[in-house]
């Protein structure tokens, strides 16, 4: 504040030297101050400012006066008007206005008055460049701390999204202490004179005050991270405990809260007096405050959502699909087995658990119906999901319910679908496949087989072998029936054993399972809206962008340009997909002048699948397809209309 006072107090007193001595020269003065301030309120008050000074009668002074007051305002304008040209322009402008002013009127004034504007100037002059050489060594003192207090701020910030509240909580510490220091170096009392400087003063300001708000900021979350105990949430003997998920939300608020503030304080010291390195470093710090802001958002988003979802107000079921891309399907894989899990108070009891047969045989064809989305309808509709009579679905839906690959529709379908199929009203559905179940055997250890009923070493499925296991070699189990019944025991046992057992804290769960979420292996379906938007905003929603003409992601994201999608749905009912690769090229030609954009995509599939030495159903087909002949239907999803294809 007091640098906005200074400004226009030198301004109205140079204003004021040359006011009453001036007549033509003031007008033009003013008026170019006004017009160059590159404002119509700033044209308007200039050219007032100047028609005024001329036209105002001189009674006793008052002339000088006014015109004084009125050239400041024209000048103050000039002065926060950021012109484009160059660094300082409006500054050097109005400078040399206020000088030419203040010159000619010093000239005219009495020698006493010219005399004590000597003396002043004598005194300020060194005043200010002892102000501005205490600021540099100011700044010169704090950059080490600055630089220390930088590093160990963006670390704790990476260790907070890691999920390391104890290392976030050590690193936020050792932030805090470096710019106190820093801000220790920059107040010092020679610096304080670089307040009274014009340019110095806003960068002083700047890094004064952007050094102590970090400073509190650091402080503040280290101590709010001591309320933070994620190593408390983890699942133990298949409960986890909804008031220690609950004791989040305060911490986390606070933490917010501090976050916030920081990013006020950015916004608080921009100013158009500071110079471009210093412009661009305030740039990037609003830009990394901006991003924890809203990954802070998100965590208390989720602290918020996380009782609820956990059975605190209620019990909660949920659908669990178990996928296989051995037979493609848009989602991740045909879902060959499902569960029922029910969360009550935190408890998570397995209630279901069967193979999609059962579903398909739960209801007599003609007595299911599916009412919606629209557009999953009318695009998968006729694979047995309305092509019924009266629209109802076929008798086999369940096995093709995963061929979209926009998770947010399939699981609005299954939730409709479930309970048409033997089950209850469901909360939300979870999908995952065979590569996400190889993770979580990370937490559950090895699962083991009947004696003799698979090919895997010394009969246990490891997070090593599962993958493979579950994508063909339980294939070699040529029988169908005891195939399905291994991989029933398999999925069942790692299923209780997950929801019976203790998990790791959510930070080791995020270094596993994180890599299946970001693949679209693991993905989430809320039926509430709010629950939905939790979902969406983590990157569990698996839902795909839509893209407005403008190429901006209208839901799930903030992604911006063009947007592509590809999914297989197996077309020829067995288990070849195994043996299924394929490559994409994607390539896209913008002409700015036109305003329009081109693009070609190149997708190469190969099919590796031998034509002997696997059981039928795995290269045969029941639609009479010759052994090792794939059939896949490709969807591709894009902005751009397709204008030719070639195959």
Same mark, same amino acid.
């Given at each position: 504040?007091i640098?906005?006072i200074?400004?226009?107090?030198?301004?109205?007193?140079?204003?004021?030297l040359?006011?009453?001595?001036?007549?033509?020269?003031m007008?033009?003065a003013?008026?170019?101050?006004?017009?160059?301030?590159?404002?119509?309120?700033?044209?308007?008050?200039?050219?007032?400012?100047?028609?005024?000074?001329?036209?105002?009668?001189?009674?006793r002074?008052v002339?000088?006066?006014?015109?004084?007051?009125?050239?400041?305002?024209a000048?103050?304008?000039?002065?926060?008007?950021q012109?484009?040209?160059?660094?300082?322009?409006?500054?050097?402008?109005?400078i040399a206005?206020?000088?030419?002013i203040?010159?000619?009127?010093?000239?005219?004034?009495?020698?006493?008055?010219?005399r004590?504007?000597r003396?002043?100037?004598?005194?300020?002059?060194?005043?200010?460049?002892?102000?501005?050489?205490g600021?540099a060594?100011?700044?010169?003192?704090?950059?080490?701390?600055?630089?220390?207090?930088?590093?160990?701020?963006?670390?704790?910030?990476?260790?907070?999204?890691?999920?390391?509240?104890?290392a976030?909580?050590?690193?936020?510490?050792?932030a805090a202490?470096?710019f106190?220091?820093?801000?220790?170096?920059?107040?010092?009392?020679?610096?304080?004179?670089?307040?009274?400087?014009?340019i110095?003063?806003?960068?002083?300001?700047?890094?004064?005050?952007?050094?102590?708000?970090a400073?509190?900021?650091s402080?503040?979350?280290?101590?709010?991270?001591?309320?933070?105990?994620?190593?408390?949430?983890?699942?133990v003997?298949?409960?986890?405990?909804?008031?220690?998920?609950?004791?989040?939300?305060?911490?986390?608020?606070?933490?917010?809260?501090?976050?916030?503030?920081?990013?006020r304080?950015?916004?608080d010291?921009?100013?158009?007096?500071?110079?471009?390195?210093?412009?661009?470093?305030?740039?990037?710090?609003?830009?990394?405050v901006?991003?924890?802001?809203?990954?802070?958002?998100d965590?208390?988003?989720?602290?918020?959502?996380a009782?609820?979802?956990?059975?605190?107000?209620?019990?909660?079921v949920?659908?669990i699909a178990f996928?296989?891309?051995a037979?493609?399907?848009g989602?991740?894989?045909?879902?060959? *087995?499902? &569960?029922?899990?029910t969360?009550? =108070?935190g408890?998570?009891?397995?209630?279901?658990?069967? #193979?999609?047969?059962? @579903? %398909?045989?739960?209801?007599?064809?003609?007595?299911?119906f599916?009412?919606?989305?629209?557009?999953?309808l009318?695009?998968?509709?006729?694979?047995?999901?309305?092509?019924?009579?009266?629209?109802?679905?076929?008798?086999?839906p369940?096995?093709?319910?995963?061929?979209?690959?926009?998770?947010?529709?399939?699981g609005?379908?299954i939730?409709?679908?479930?309970?048409?199929s033997?089950?209850q009203s469901?909360d939300?559905v979870?999908?995952?496949?065979?590569?996400?179940?190889?993770?979580?055997?990370?937490?559950?250890?090895?699962?083991?087989?009947?004696?003799?009923?698979?090919?895997v070493?010394?009969?246990?499925?490891?997070?090593? *072998?599962? &993958?493979?296991?579950?994508?063909n =070699?339980?294939?070699?189990?040529?029988?169908?029936?005891? #195939?399905?019944d291994? @991989? %029933?025991?398999?999925?069942h046992?790692?299923?209780?054993?997950?929801?019976?057992g203790s998990?790791?804290?959510?930070?080791?769960?995020?270094?596993v399972?994180?890599?299946?979420?970001?693949q679209?292996?693991?993905?989430?379906?809320?039926v509430?809206?709010?629950?939905?938007?939790?979902?969406?905003r983590?990157?569990?929603?698996?839902?795909?962008?839509?893209?407005?003409?403008?190429?901006?992601?209208?839901t799930?994201?903030?992604?911006?340009?063009?947007?592509l999608?590809?999914?297989?749905?197996?077309?020829?009912?067995?288990k070849?997909?195994?043996?299924?690769g394929?490559?994409?090229?994607?390539?896209?030609?913008?002409?700015?002048t036109?305003?329009?954009?081109?693009?070609s995509?190149?997708?190469?599939?190969?099919?590796?699948?031998?034509?002997?030495?696997e059981?039928s159903?795995?290269?045969?087909?029941?639609?009479?397809?010759?052994?090792?002949?794939?059939?896949?239907?490709?969807?591709v999803?894009?902005?751009?209309p397709?204008?030719?294809?070639?195959?």
């Amino acid at each position: 504040m007091i640098d906005t006072i200074l400004v226009a107090f030198t301004v109205g007193l140079v204003t004021w030297l040359g006011a009453s001595a001036l007549r033509w020269d003031m007008a033009v003065a003013t008026i170019v101050a006004g017009v160059a301030s590159w404002s119509i309120a700033g044209a308007l008050i200039g050219f007032a400012a100047g028609v005024g000074g001329y036209a105002i009668p001189d009674r006793r002074g008052v002339k000088s006066v006014i015109t004084a007051a009125m050239v400041a305002v024209a000048l103050n304008l000039l002065c926060r008007s950021q012109l484009d040209l160059f660094f300082g322009a409006s500054s050097i402008i109005g400078i040399a206005i206020a000088l030419a002013i203040s010159a000619i009127g010093l000239h005219r004034r009495t020698p006493a008055t010219r005399r004590a504007v000597r003396i002043g100037v004598l005194v300020a002059a060194p005043l200010a460049l002892l102000g501005t050489v205490g600021l540099a060594h100011g700044v010169w003192s704090a950059a080490g701390d600055l630089r220390s207090a930088n590093r160990q701020a963006e670390q704790a910030l990476d260790q907070l999204g890691d999920g390391d509240v104890a290392a976030a909580r050590a690193s936020f510490t050792g932030a805090a202490a470096a710019f106190q220091q820093a801000d220790g170096a920059l107040s010092n009392p020679v610096a304080q004179l670089a307040r009274f400087v014009p340019i110095v003063a806003q960068h002083r300001s700047a890094a004064v005050e952007l050094s102590a708000g970090a400073a509190t900021m650091s402080t503040a979350i280290a101590e709010h991270l001591e309320l933070v105990n994620l190593g408390a949430l983890t699942v133990v003997d298949g409960r986890i405990d909804v008031d220690r998920v609950r004791a989040l939300q305060a911490p986390l608020l606070a933490i917010q809260t501090q976050i916030e503030t920081l990013d006020r304080s950015i916004a608080d010291v921009r100013s158009p007096w500071l110079i471009g390195p210093a412009d661009e470093r305030i740039d990037e710090l609003a830009t990394d405050v901006e991003a924890q802001r809203e990954r802070g958002e998100d965590a208390l988003a989720v602290a918020i959502a996380a009782p609820a979802l956990l059975g605190g107000d209620g019990p909660r079921v949920y659908f669990i699909a178990f996928t296989t891309p051995a037979e493609a399907r848009g989602l991740g894989g045909f879902m060959g *087995n499902w &569960a029922e899990m029910t969360v009550d =108070d935190g408890t998570i009891t397995l209630t279901k658990f069967g #193979r999609t047969d059962d @579903l %398909e045989i739960a209801a007599a064809p003609g007595t299911r119906f599916i009412t919606g989305p629209a557009d999953w309808l009318s695009r998968y509709g006729a694979f047995q999901l309305n092509s019924g009579e009266n629209g109802s679905t076929s008798a086999m839906p369940w096995h093709n319910i995963t061929m979209s690959p926009n998770m947010e529709s399939t699981g609005q379908v299954i939730a409709e679908l479930y309970p048409q199929s033997g089950g209850q009203s469901i909360d939300g559905v979870f999908s995952l496949d065979v590569f996400t179940l190889a993770r979580f055997l990370r937490f559950t250890g090895p699962i083991s087989l009947p004696e003799g009923s698979g090919p895997v070493d010394g009969g246990q499925i490891t997070s090593e *072998n599962a &993958a493979k296991f579950l994508l063909n =070699d339980q294939y070699d189990q040529t029988k169908l029936d005891a #195939r399905v019944d291994v @991989l %029933e025991t398999f999925s069942h046992a790692m299923v209780d054993a997950l929801l019976t057992g203790s998990l790791p804290p959510p930070a080791d769960l995020v270094d596993v399972l994180g890599p299946m979420v970001d693949q679209g292996r693991l993905v989430a379906y809320a039926v509430r809206a709010d629950e939905q938007d939790i979902l969406r905003r983590v990157g569990l929603s698996g839902t795909l962008p839509i893209v407005d003409a403008f190429g901006t992601a209208t839901t799930d994201g903030e992604a911006s340009g063009d947007a592509l999608a590809i999914s297989f749905n197996n077309a020829a009912g067995n288990k070849i997909d195994y043996y299924l690769g394929s490559a994409a090229t994607y390539t896209v030609t913008a002409d700015a002048t036109t305003n329009t954009a081109t693009a070609s995509l190149e997708l190469v599939m190969t099919n590796s699948a031998p034509l002997e030495g696997e059981p039928s159903y795995v290269i045969g087909s029941p639609v009479d397809l010759p052994l090792g002949e794939n059939r896949t239907y490709v969807s591709v999803f894009s902005r751009l209309p397709v204008t030719e294809l070639l195959i």
